[in-house]
């Protein structure tokens, strides 16, 4: 067994999955190929499945489609089903089977990023990334739930946690933050979300698919520094090796995995006071209930709605501290004449006091 196979082997084990569907998310990159192939090796005979997904942004062009074509024929190679969803102008992106015959789809809507303003080119291809990540975990979500699948993989690694932390902290975050990404979380009710490559190196990742004589895709955009997380991973991290700390990835780690036993050891604590709080909810509003915050320490207050709002599948990327700290503040105040009693926040989300209530609603789309 190749050492990148006994790290995943580790992380997961295969008796946790052996017998059940899995999908892949593959997008022909060197991790996902990776992935898919310590899967292949490790994969005993059983009567669980392998499935492969792949989301086609449609932002390159040609070589949008080439990495498509690729991963569908190593899905092929593999002896697995691939399906494949493609960004659509104004349509929610549908699951396909590569079996399917390929008809000719429109491209996905284009984001200006020609200003001469490094700032303007930045917020557009970051609000352009964002859109583009959520439309991908939205494929993942609806393409696990038609093929019945328990888990879903993806091949995020060491390197990217490193940089997931830095970035954290450069925006500004907490401890959740620091933490990083969870090797498991739950994706959608019944569905997981496993990260098994999330101890391994980049490094190690390219010595496994040189050894293997594997070849893989190359997506010229993660070196345009137009991306925060690239010139975080191409500029600042080089620099911090450099000039601070040669070995600043494992700080990083090490940190992540700090804040993570201590967001752990808090998780019982957060979860106590939420269910004391939320009163009621639906998918478009979440009535709180403020007494029990007040007596509460200020971190779990923040924890506690934070946890509330993962809940509702509210969009989390633009909820930072001020954000939280605004929304803690508005369930704990005293209700006063005049003191500001409604916020609009980030996803049109509308908070309101209302006697002993904290109102959370989100109009219809």
């Known amino acids: ?32 190929v990776a992935l898919a192939r310590a899967v292949a090796a490790l994969s005993p005979s059983s009567s669980g499945r392998i499935l492969v997904a792949h989301y086609n942004h449609a932002l390159r062009g040609e070589r949008s489609d080439a990495d498509e074509r690729f991963v569908v024929e190593l899905s092929q190679q593999l002896g697995w089903q691939c399906h494949v969803g493609r960004a659509q102008s104004g349509v929610t992106p549908v699951s396909r089977s590569a079996a399917d015959e390929h008809r000719p789809m429109p491209g996905a809507d284009a984001v200006d990023v020609g200003s001469d303003s490094l700032v303007q080119r930045t917020h557009a291809l970051s609000s352009s990334e964002e859109y583009s990540r959520t439309a991908r975990y939205d494929f993942l979500k609806a393409t696990a739930q038609q093929v019945g699948a328990r888990y879903v993989v993806t091949a995020h690694t060491a390197d990217d946690q490193a940089e997931t932390v830095l970035h954290h902290i450069v925006r500004g975050t907490g401890l959740t933050g620091l933490a990083g990404m969870s090797h498991a979380r739950e994706l959608i009710l019944g569905i997981a979300l496993v990260r098994p490559l999330l101890a391994v190196r980049r490094a190690e990742v390219l010595a496994y698919l040189q050894d293997l004589g594997q070849d893989y895709r190359v997506d010229d955009s993660n070196v345009d520094r137009g991306y925060t997380r690239n010139r975080l991973r191409h500029d600042l991290l080089p620099q911090l090796t450099a000039q601070y700390n040669p070995r600043i990835v494992d700080s990083l780690l090490r940190l992540a995995a700090l804040a993570g036993g201590a967001q752990a ?38 924890e506690a709605l934070i946890a509330a709002w993962r809940i509702q599948g509210w969009p989390m990327q633009a909820m930072g501290y001020e954000q939280w700290e605004l929304l803690a503040t508005l369930a704990t105040d005293p209700v006063t004449p005049g003191n500001g009693l409604k916020r609009v926040l980030p996803g049109e989300i509308v908070a309101e006091r209302s006697g002993n209530h904290l109102i959370l609603s989100r109009p219809s789309p």
């Open 1 to 32: 067994m190749r050492q990148l196979e006994h790290s995943f082997a580790q992380a997961w084990p295969s008796p946790r999955w052996h017998d059940v569907t899995v999908l892949l998310a593959v997008s022909g990159g060197p991790d996902s």
């Open 265 to 302: 050891a808090l998780e019982p604590q957060t979860a106590a006071l939420m269910e004391q709080c939320v009163a009621a909810t639906d998918k478009s509003q979440l009535l709180i209930a403020t007494g029990p915050l007040t007596c509460a320490h200020r971190y779990l207050v923040r």
